[in-house]
């Protein structure tokens, strides 16, 4: 157990829909990382946070969207879902603003109809 | 491009046996290579290899990394059926705090 922990598990949801993830990092660390895993992709970068700040964006699409709050916790938005977005989307955490170290989340699955 | 390349894509094994992993790199302003271990869910972290020619090690795991050939490799000595996972590794670039990833190496270790 990574100590990272992440909301919900699983998700189905259907096209043009909206959904948001949740990741609540571990205590103590300040950076927050989002991926998408999907099998024709592999593990992809999508954004950053470091202490409610962006501070590293990867290919990440327009429709998502990510925030870090007060709190540290963090959320991604999909919107207008497609059906190539169903993946597992990973969170992980670092104690720093640097992407050494990280530790993963269990991830959400999320499957778009 | 940044590119990252994993090789083999897979390999089966049995208990005992050494495997070498391949990940070879380009990307303009490296930084570091991580590897990770992927089983059934989130990936763990193992190495983190800055500087060429210092072996890093953990228990039967080791990994090296060569900045002159853009390459490193991870070696797993005396498999066991637990080592089964995916092998991932990724490059940092010193400017603007990207993660790279490989397509990653499927490693089935048999009893």
């Known amino acids: 157990d990574s100590g990272v922990t992440q909301t919900p598990k699983h998700l189905i949801t259907a096209t043009g829909q909206r959904v948001t993830l949740r990741c609540s990092p571990r205590s103590g660390d300040l950076s927050v990382y989002w991926y998408q895993q999907s099998l024709d992709q592999g593990l992809q970068f999508l954004i950053q946070?470091?202490?409610?700040?962006?501070?590293a964006k990867g290919n990440i699409l327009e429709r998502f969207s990510a925030q870090q709050f007060p709190d540290l916790h963090s959320e991604l938005n999909l919107s207008s879902l497609e059906l190539g977005d169903s993946a597992l989307y990973f969170c992980a955490s670092s104690v720093s603003a640097g992407l050494e170290t990280q530790y993963f989340g269990p991830g959400t699955r999320l499957l778009v109809l | 491009e940044d590119k990252v390349v994993q090789s083999p894509l897979s390999l089966v094994v049995h208990e005992g046996d050494t495997v070498t992993l391949n990940c070879s790199y380009e990307?303009?302003?490296?930084?570091?290579l991580l590897w990770y271990k992927q089983e059934k869910k989130a990936p763990t972290f193992l190495f983190m290899l800055?500087?060429?020619?210092i072996e890093k090690k953990s228990g039967r795991l080791s990994s090296i990394l060569d900045k002159k050939e853009l390459f490193s490799i991870l070696n797993i000595t005396a498999t066991q059926t637990g080592d089964s996972a995916i092998y991932l590794c990724a490059v940092i670039k010193a400017a603007g705090n990207k993660l790279t990833f490989g397509g990653g190496t499927r490693v089935l270790v048999k009893p």
């Open positions: 800055t500087s060429s020619g």
């Open positions: 946070y470091y202490n409610g700040e962006e501070r």
């Open positions: 990307v303009t302003n490296f930084r570091s």
